[in-house]
């Protein structure tokens, strides 16, 4: 059974930073692709970046370019987003999500205020 399991998030200040950790279980991690959504108040899931199975491979989308950067460690089955430059509209509960499946984290919320 695919279980994966969010940490991480907090209140931070504009312009902090914040690591999430998304760890895994139930599946083959190291050959998996690993993605990250996040979902504000009042809007649809949106999606923040995914990692390759190997890690050497990322994509990031336009709220996350040049400010996150995910990494994993496929010995303990977990990927990590860092999250730097925090802005306001950052706020949100993040979630991780095994790729080609419907295999979702509980999320853990991100809220970023002065």
């Known amino acids: 059974q695919v279980h994966l399991v969010e940490s991480g998030g907090g209140l931070v200040q504009p312009g902090g930073s914040l690591r999430l950790s998304c760890v895994a279980s139930?599946?083959?991690?190291?050959?998996?692709?690993i993605m990250w959504y996040r979902q504000a108040p009042g809007k649809e899931r949106e999606f923040v970046a995914w990692?390759?199975?190997?890690?050497?491979?990322?994509h990031y989308g336009d709220s996350a370019k040049g400010r996150f950067t995910l990494a994993r460690d496929n010995a303990i089955n977990t990927v990590y987003l860092q999250m730097n430059s925090l802005k306001l509209e950052d706020t949100a509960v993040y979630y991780c999500?095994?790729?080609?499946?419907?295999?979702w984290g509980q999320g853990t919320q991100v809220t970023v205020s002065s």
């Open positions: 999500k095994l790729a080609l499946s419907d295999s």
């Open positions: 990692i390759g199975p190997s890690g050497t491979n990322t």
């Open positions: 139930g599946f083959p991690f190291s050959e998996k692709t």
